[in-house]
Nanobody, 123 residues
């Protein structure tokens, strides 16, 4: 009953920028915090960033700190990931999902994954 749609991916040169968008619909009445994840071929899915309902708290993976910024617009039911200074290591399919997190650790993710959006960074 949950639908997740990611968009905004594409091909970009190293050092470039992209902004990803995510919308969630359906039975998400108990969802508050949202997060971004990514998965490259042959690798496990990894956590990228999370944001609280009121946007006052965020959490980032060490690999993207200082380069990526997560934000949200609850009136539009949208979550964004601004990706700056992209590196080839950022190449992956990016997904959004409902999450729970503390000040330092991701503690939960819902098992309702969308199709994701492909980000490819060339060198």
């Amino acid at each position: 009953q949950v639908q997740l749609v990611e968009s905004g991916g594409g091909l970009v040169q190293a050092g470039g920028s992209l902004r990803l968008s995510c919308t969630a619909s359906g039975r998400t009445f108990d969802w508050y915090a949202m997060g971004w994840f990514r998965q490259a071929p042959g690798k496990e899915r990894e956590f990228v960033a999370a944001i609280s309902w009121d946007s006052e708290s965020t959490l980032y993976a060490d690999s993207v700190k200082g380069r990526f910024t997560i934000s949200r617009d609850n009136d539009k039911s949208m979550v964004y990931l601004q990706m700056n200074n992209l590196k080839p290591e950022d190449t992956a399919v990016y997904y959004c999902n409902g999450v729970r997190f503390t000040a330092t650790t991701l503690t939960h993710e819902y098992d309702f994954w969308g199709q994701g959006t492909q980000v490819t960074v060339s060198s």
